[in-house]
C-alpha cells in the first residue's frame, strides 16, 4: 500500500493527438512484487472500437506484455509488464485506437530504492551460511565415521581380549589337567612302586612264634603261641613286650602283625640283651638304644626317636621287615601294601620281633605269611 502510494507520486501521465471520444487516460497501477522485479498494470476505460495497447520503456523500445484484453461489456482494456530494476526504472502506457486515430499514454517511473534488490552481504552471508551448513555436515559425518571406526576398533579389541582370555581359561584348564594327569601318573607310579616294594618285602617272609619265657607277667599267650594280650588294665612301670623265640643276625626277615583295633600297641625288634633281661627278669626299665619300633597311640604313628609319621590311617594289620645289611627297619600297611614308615640303625648282634598290646585285653597276634618269590611278581 505504502510501495503503491510512492509510486503513484511519480507517474506522469500525458496524452498525445486528443481526439474527441468518451473516455480517460491509461490508468497504471502498481499492482505488487514479483519475479524480482515490480509488476505493473495499465488499465484504461475508453470504449474504443478497436485499440491496440502498447508498452515502452525509458529509451522509447517495445516491451511485450501480457496479451492485450477486453472486456466486451465494458469495452475496456489492460495489460501488464513486469518492471526490473537496471531496465531504466520506466514504463510508459499507450493506448492506439486506429479508427479513431487517437491515443493516449501514461508513464510512470519508480526510484530504484522500492525494487527489491540483494545485498553483497546477504549474498556473502548466505555463502557463509551455505559453507558452514556444509562444514557441519561434513564435521558431523567425519565425527560419525570416527565413532563408528572407533566403535568398531573397539569391539576388535573387546573381541581380541576375550580371546585372549578364552585362550587363558583354555590354557589354565589344560594346565590343571595336565597336573592332575601328571599328579594322578605319579600316584599310580608311586603306587606301583610301593606295591612292588611291599611283595619284595613280603618274598622274605618268616615263620614267628610267640617265647613263652621272654614275656612280660601282666602279658597272656594263646596256646598257638602266636596272640598275646594284656591280662592287667592297669599300665605298668616297666613297657609290658613279649619277645618272638626266633632271631635273626643277618639278611631280610618279614612277618606280618594283625593289631586290630587296638588304642594303642608297639611292634619292632630288639637285641639280644633286652631279650635276655626281660627273660631273666632283671632291671626296671629297657635300654633305649637296643630297641627299634613303631608304635601307634591316640591316632598317631610313632617311630623310634619321636619322629611323627603322617598322612597314614589307621591299619587292622602292620607288615615288618627287618633288612640287617641295609640297616633298616620298614613297617607297611599291608591293606594298602603301601610303607607307613622306616627306622635306620647300625643292628649289632642277634635282632629278636617283639610286640606290645595295649592294656585293654584284646589279642594282638602274628598273621602267617606263605613265602613267596619276588619273581612271581614281576
Known amino acids: 500500500m505504502e510501495l503503491t502510494a510512492a509510486i503513484f507520486i511519480l507517474v506522469l501521465a500525458s496524452t498525445h493527438q486528443p481526439t474527441a471520444g468518451v473516455g480517460h487516460d491509461p490508468l497504471l497501477v502498481v499492482d505488487d512484487y514479483e519475479d524480482g522485479g515490480?509488476?505493473?498494470?495499465?488499465l484504461s476505460e475508453k470504449l474504443f472500437s478497436e485499440a491496440q495497447l502498447l508498452w515502452t520503456d525509458s529509451r522509447g523500445d517495445n516491451i511485450t506484455g501480457t496479451p492485450l484484453s477486453a472486456?466486451?461489456?465494458t469495452a475496456s482494456v489492460s495489460s501488464s509488464i513486469i518492471l526490473k530494476a537496471g531496465s531504466g526504472n520506466s514504463a510508459s502506457c499507450k493506448i492506439i485506437d486506429k479508427q479513431l486515430k487517437t491515443s493516449t499514454e501514461s508513464s510512470v517511473a519508480i526510484a530504484d530504492a522500492f525494487f527489491p534488490s540483494t545485498s553483497p552481504w546477504l549474498a556473502a552471508l548466505v555463502v557463509i551460511l551455505l559453507l558452514s551448513i556444509f562444514l557441519v555436515l561434513a564435521a558431523f559425518y567425519k565425527i560419525r565415521k570416527n565413532n563408528k571406526e572407533i566403535t568398531r576398533a573397539q569391539k576388535a579389541r573387546e573381541q581380541i581380549q576375550q580371546d585372549i582370555d578364552e585362550l587363558k581359561q583354555k590354557l589354565e584348564e589344560q594346565k590343571r589337567r595336565f597336573h592332575k594327569e601328571n599328579e594322578d601318573a605319579e600316584k599310580r607310579?608311586?603306587?606301583?612302586?610301593?606295591?612292588?616294594?611291599?611283595?619284595?618285602a613280603r618274598s622274605n617272609a618268616v615263620n614267628i612264634t610267640l617265647d613263652q619265657k621272654c614275656k612280660h607277667p601282666n602279658l597272656c599267650i594263646s596256646n598257638d603261641n602266636r596272640r598275646?594280650?594284656?591280662?592287667?588294665?592297669t599300665e605298668t612301670a616297666i613297657k609290658a613286650i613279649v619277645v618272638a623265640t626266633e632271631g635273626f643276625p643277618d639278611k631280610?626277615?618279614?612277618?606280618?602283625?594283625?593289631?586290630?583295633?587296638q588304642s594303642?600297641?608297639?611292634l619292632g625288634v630288639v637285641s639280644e640283651k633286652i631279650r635276655n633281661m626281660i627273660m631273666n627278669n632283671t632291671g626296671n626299665s629297657l635300654p633305649v638304644?637296643?630297641?627299634?619300633?613303631?608304635?601307634?597311640?591316640?591316632g598317631k604313628y610313632i617311630l623310634t626317636g619321636g619322629e611323627d609319621v603322617s598322612d597314614c590311617k589307621q591299619c587292622s594289620?602292620?607288615?615288618?621287615?627287618?633288612?640287617?645289611?641295609?640297616?633298616e627297619l620298614s613297617f607297611y600297611n599291608v591293606e594298602e601294601m603301601s610303607p607307613i614308615g622306616s627306622v635306620f640303625s647300625e643292628f649289632t648282634g642277634k635282632q629278636y620281633p617283639f610286640f606290645s598290646p595295649d592294656s585293654s585285653g584284646e589279642w594282638l597276634g602274628v598273621r602267617p605269611v606263605k613265602p613267596q618269590t619276588y619273581d612271581s611278581f614281576s
Request: glycine content about 4%.
Open 38 to 42: 515490480i509488476r505493473l498494470k495499465c
Open 228 to 233: 598275646v594280650k594284656s591280662s592287667n588294665k
Open 189 to 200: 607310579i608311586e603306587n606301583i612302586r610301593n606295591e612292588l616294594k611291599f611283595r619284595k
Open 252 to 261: 631280610k626277615h618279614y612277618w606280618e602283625v594283625e593289631v586290630g583295633n
Open 289 to 298: 638304644n637296643d630297641l627299634f619300633s613303631l608304635q601307634y597311640s591316640q
Open 71 to 73: 472486456d466486451t461489456s
Open 317 to 327: 594289620v602292620v607288615g615288618v621287615l627287618l633288612d640287617v645289611e641295609n640297616t
Open 264 to 266: 594303642q600297641w608297639e
